[in-house]
């Protein structure tokens, strides 16, 4: 559970949202700040991307996915699992499918 | 909890889903992709036939907002993405629909009944939904 | 009257057909879930409904149609219905029989 801006936003015990609709900025700021990230542009344009592929393909991500679909959208540079390491601890895909506020990517056991 | 990296699986198994059901009648349509996008971002060689009623879960337009539904239609065009290129629809099976390869939202292989099984004999592992 | 549901492909059960066979003349079959797929112009059943067309009056759930992306390729003659229309048809009729 999360308190945003006075409004309680139901988490499943992942932390992942349990209503889809229940995403915000604020909530993503607040999701971010549980798993000590602080949120700046580079992290934003991740978290946009993940969005519009949930938007287009009904899932998020898994790992490898998601760096091909960074490098092609973001470039070479950013399409290395280094990169979204550097901004998303270990898990990437996982991280930042929960602070997109999206389902858990299906590659995950 | 392991994530899957850039480098493919070590010993890939020729994987073989065969979905035979319409797609909002059962959960069995959406277990089966969610199984093949696991397969294929673990590395295996993932192939895909859809068979019988499962032709439709491939046909365009699918909006099931109405019935309160997830359009999972739409992941089937992320299966390129995720390196599964290898999607085969039976022949008879859309034929008998009234169907045909224009009307699927994804690029797919016709092939013949005769076809499929010797397809299956190939494969290390066949699931079925 | 009975109106009648069918709620299964006819590709993948008996339910059509044993409705139609035991449907009275004059009674109301709505096709719904799965049995939307029965409305399909292009089909081995599509003979079947064309001649049963005249003896009932046949319904189509238009959500169950537009869920499976085939609103566009039914039977001209079988009427869409939407959730109120199908409540307005259980209330009309004396029973309801559900083939599944």
Redesign the interface.
């Given at each position: 559970m999360l308190l945003v801006e006075g409004k309680t936003i139901n988490t499943d015990k992942e932390g992942y949202l349990k209503n889809l609709q229940d995403w915000s900025e604020a909530v993503a700021e607040a999701i971010a700040q549980q798993e000590q990230i602080s949120l700046t542009d580079p992290h934003w344009e991740i978290i946009w991307l993940m969005r519009d592929f949930y938007q287009q393909f009904e899932i998020a991500p898994a790992m490898r996915v998601l760096v091909k679909t960074v490098g092609q959208q973001l470039g070479k540079e950013k399409g290395r699992s280094i990169y979204l390491m550097s901004l998303f601890h270990e898990s990437p895909a996982k991280l930042a499918s929960k602070i997109a506020g999206l389902p858990k990517p299906t590659n995950c056991l | 909890?392991?994530?899957?990296?850039?480098q493919p699986a070590v010993n890939p198994k020729k994987l073989l889903f065969l979905n035979r059901?319409?797609?909002?009648?059962s959960s069995l349509p959406r277990e089966a992709l969610?199984a093949v996008?696991?397969a294929s971002?673990?590395g295996q060689q993932v192939t895909l036939v859809f068979l019988?009623?499962g032709v439709?879960q491939l046909?365009?337009?699918?909006?099931?907002s109405?019935?309160e539904?997830?359009?999972?239609?739409?992941?089937f065009?992320?299966l390129e993405?995720?390196g599964v290129s290898s999607i085969f629809v039976e022949q008879s099976s859309l034929q008998?629909?009234?169907l045909t390869l224009d009307?699927l939202l994804i690029p797919a292989k016709l092939i013949q009944s005769h076809e499929l099984t010797e397809l299956l004999e190939e494969q290390d592992q066949v699931m079925s939904f | 009257m009975i109106l009648h549901t069918v709620n299964r492909s006819p590709f993948d059960t008996n339910c059509l057909n044993d409705c139609l066979e035991m449907a009275a003349a004059g009674s109301s079959i709505i096709l719904i879930e799965d049995g939307v797929y029965a409305a399909l112009s292009k089909t081995q059943f599509t003979d079947q409904m064309l001649a049963a067309l005249p003896k009932h009056n046949f319904y189509v759930l238009r959500p169950d149609l537009q869920a499976r992306g085939i609103q566009d390729c039914i039977i001209d003659e079988i009427e869409a219905v939407d959730y109120s229309g199908f409540v307005t048809l259980c209330t009309e009729l004396d029973k309801v029989v559900s083939w599944y």
């Open positions: - | 909890m392991t994530e899957t990296t850039e059901k319409a797609p909002y009648g969610d996008l696991m971002a673990f019988g009623d439709f046909k365009t337009q699918q909006d099931p109405e019935i539904m997830k359009n999972f239609s739409k992941t065009a992320a993405l995720y008998k629909r009234g009307q | -």
